[in-house]
């Protein structure tokens, strides 16, 4: 027999789903020691949880909306990061299975600085990150998130900043969160001039970023090496091609390009896993969305000029069992579009923004964030 109450209630809890785990916190101020308790967390290894969700934040004006994914109707999660000091000035950078890289805006009579956190807003625990040790002043041109919790309890966190051997070389810095400390990796290197560090995908075990110009590239957090992807193939309306999207979801690494502002049929690509290439996942077409919501056709300011259709691509939302589907961001509302089945229906209704209208171009200002449950240590 187990020695103790306390190591057969453990024993249990071990093998429950996250979901319940949470709620059970308030069944006693015991089990919410137990359930607590770092070493628990640690041991805990339950299977892929999926994406239950996803937080919408405007930027203007700045709040949250939740976007149920699993078929319920549950309040959201949270709805402030007021667990964290200073709420006012956290903004999120990026998700990644469970956990939240948050940036707060320190302002002072000299000037400003940014303060990194990580945080679990499933059990509103949060850790503030150590400033970069480095011999002079540096820039800092984006950090990304890197946790796999079914390889490791523990998360890292990759940062690429300037190098001081050259204004056109970076170097990469990693925060473990094992060692509670960062350590500069590998020599400076030199990038695209339009690489989007502060954008960066975590997949496969490596940290990816994107070029408006098509260019890709990833730091592989095992090997500690940089590689390059390959690029899309090329098109006649190259000049027209814009990337709408770049994520991950169920373990796939997807992009989107559009080609034009009226554009209503375009591919899913997705990467193989040893990258050698983009492949086409799925094809959509929303010539049906926009039918049944004619307020997606808006005019540019110039009536000379062509109609466009507002819509905003959220997330790809892939599972186990390979459902497919689209979040979009249309006027007014939040629709899932079934990738299979060229099915839509709506999730949500959005408010309108105070100064928004049928000409408004700062339509789909938002970004999204994928929530899971997660009882990981920060």
Same mark, same amino acid.
């Given at each position: 027999?187990?020695?103790?109450?306390?190591?057969?209630?453990?024993?249990?809890?071990?093998?429950?789903?996250?979901?319940?785990?949470?709620?059970?916190?308030?069944?006693?101020?015991?089990?919410?020691?137990?359930?607590?308790?770092?070493?628990?967390?640690?041991?805990?290894?339950?299977?892929?949880?999926?994406?239950?969700?996803?937080?919408?934040?405007?930027?203007?004006?700045?709040?949250?909306?939740?976007?149920?994914?699993?078929?319920?109707? %549950?309040?959201?999660?949270?709805?402030?990061? @007021?667990?964290?000091?200073?709420?006012?000035?956290?903004?999120?950078?990026?998700?990644?299975?469970?956990?939240?890289?948050?940036?707060?805006?320190?302002?002072?009579?000299?000037?400003?600085?940014?303060?990194?956190?990580?945080?679990?807003?499933?059990?509103?625990?949060?850790?503030?990150?150590?400033?970069?040790?480095?011999?002079?002043?540096?820039?800092?041109?984006?950090?990304?998130?890197?946790?796999?919790?079914?390889?490791?309890?523990?998360?890292?966190?990759?940062?690429?900043?300037?190098?001081?051997?050259?204004?056109?070389?970076?170097?990469?810095?990693?925060?473990?969160?094992?060692?509670?400390?960062?350590?500069?990796?590998?020599?400076?290197?030199?990038?695209?001039?339009?690489?989007?560090?502060?954008?960066?995908?975590?997949?496969?075990?490596?940290?990816?970023?994107?070029?408006?110009?098509?260019?890709?590239?990833?730091?592989?957090?095992?090997?500690?090496?940089?590689?390059?992807?390959?690029?899309?193939?090329?098109? =006649?309306?190259?000049?027209?091609?814009?990337?709408?999207?770049?994520?991950?979801?169920?373990?796939?690494?997807?992009?989107?390009?559009?080609?034009?502002?009226?554009?209503?049929?375009?591919?899913?690509? =997705?990467?193989?896993? @040893?990258?050698?290439?983009?492949?086409?996942?799925?094809?959509?077409?929303?010539?049906?969305?926009?039918?049944?919501?004619?307020?997606?056709?808006?005019?540019? #300011?110039?009536?000379?000029?062509?109609?466009?259709?507002?819509?905003?691509?959220?997330?790809?939302?892939?599972?186990?069992?390979?459902?497919? =589907?689209? #979040?979009?961001?249309?006027?007014?509302?939040?629709?899932?579009?079934?990738?299979?089945?060229?099915?839509?229906?709506?999730?949500?209704?959005?408010?309108?923004? %105070?100064?928004?209208?049928? %000409?408004?171009?700062?339509?789909?200002?938002?970004?999204?964030?994928?929530?899971?449950? %997660?009882?990981?240590?920060?």
């Amino acid at each position: 027999m187990i020695g103790g109450n306390d190591d057969i209630v453990t024993e249990i809890l071990l093998r429950l789903p996250v979901k319940p785990l949470v709620r059970f916190k308030c069944v006693s101020k015991r089990w919410l020691s137990l359930i607590s308790d770092p070493h628990f967390s640690r041991r805990y290894h339950h299977p892929r949880v999926s994406v239950s969700g996803v937080f919408l934040r405007r930027r203007i004006p700045s709040q949250f909306q939740f976007v149920t994914l699993d078929g319920t109707h %549950s309040k959201p999660p949270f709805t402030s990061l @007021d667990f964290i000091t200073d709420k006012a000035r956290i903004k999120i950078l990026e998700s990644c299975n469970g956990l939240l890289l948050c940036r707060r805006l320190n302002k002072t009579l000299t000037g400003q600085s940014h303060r990194y956190f990580v945080c679990n807003p499933t059990t509103k625990q949060f850790s503030r990150l150590p400033f970069i040790s480095t011999d002079g002043p540096i820039t800092i041109f984006g950090l990304s998130l890197a946790f796999e919790p079914t390889k490791s309890p523990y998360y890292q966190v990759v940062c690429v900043r300037s190098a001081a051997v050259s204004v056109y070389f970076y170097q990469i810095e990693i925060y473990s969160s094992k060692t509670r400390a960062w350590r500069p990796c590998g020599s400076p290197f030199v990038a695209p001039f339009d690489m989007v560090f502060d954008q960066g995908v975590f997949w496969n075990g490596a940290v990816h970023w994107l070029s408006p110009s098509g260019a890709a590239m990833f730091f592989n957090l095992d090997k500690e090496i940089l590689g390059t992807m390959p690029s899309l193939p090329g098109s =006649e309306a190259w000049g027209k091609r814009r990337f709408r999207y770049f994520g991950e979801s169920g373990g796939h690494l997807h992009l989107i390009e559009i080609y034009g502002a009226g554009t209503t049929q375009f591919q899913v690509f =997705e990467m193989s896993s @040893d990258y050698s290439g983009w492949f086409v996942k799925y094809e959509v077409d929303l010539d049906g969305i926009v039918a049944a919501f004619p307020e997606m056709v808006r005019n540019f #300011l110039d009536p000379c000029d062509s109609s466009y259709v507002a819509f905003v691509i959220v997330f790809v939302v892939r599972n186990e069992e390979e459902e497919a =589907e689209l #979040l979009l961001h249309v006027p007014g509302k939040i629709l899932s579009y079934n990738l299979r089945e060229k099915s839509f229906n709506k999730c949500c209704e959005l408010t309108p923004y %105070s100064n928004e209208s049928s %000409s408004s171009l700062q339509f789909g200002w938002l970004d999204a964030y994928q929530y899971m449950e %997660s009882l990981a240590c920060v």
